[in-house]
Nanobody, 125 residues
């Protein structure tokens, strides 16, 4: 069973950077599009970025365009989310999830079937 695991969260000041990683121990994400999602208390989990299984196409939520970059190293079986110029409003729990399809279809969370436990990202001064 595919069980993604996120890592790399932490606390940074506004303008700082973090890199999140997503892997699936005992399995592989190679054949799946992977989405990154963010959730804050009281709000629905929202899609931030999707990267196709090959890594050659991505979808970004408007608020993160130009600041966040998704990539993947299928040889290392890991998907990354590089987050630069972080803002207070980027604070939340970040989840990675796999879609059973290879291309990015959507960033609607309901399309994703395998979820990690999340990693906390806190941006504050």
């Amino acid at each position: 069973q595919l069980r993604p695991v996120e890592s790399g969260g932490g606390s940074v000041q506004p303008g700082g950077s973090l890199r999140l990683s997503c892997a699936a121990p005992g399995s592989t994400l190679d054949n799946y599009a992977v989405g990154w999602f963010r959730q804050v208390p009281g709000k629905a989990r929202e899609g931030v970025v999707c990267i196709s299984s090959s890594g050659d196409s991505t979808m970004y939520e408007d608020s993160v365009k130009g600041r966040f970059t998704a990539s993947r190293d299928n040889a290392k079986k890991t998907v990354y989310l590089q987050m630069n110029n972080l803002k207070v409003e980027d604070t939340g729990i970040y989840y990675c999830a796999a879609d059973r399809y290879k291309p990015c279809r959507t960033m609607d969370r309901r399309a994703y079937s395998a979820w990690g436990q999340g990693t906390q990202v806190t941006v504050s001064s």
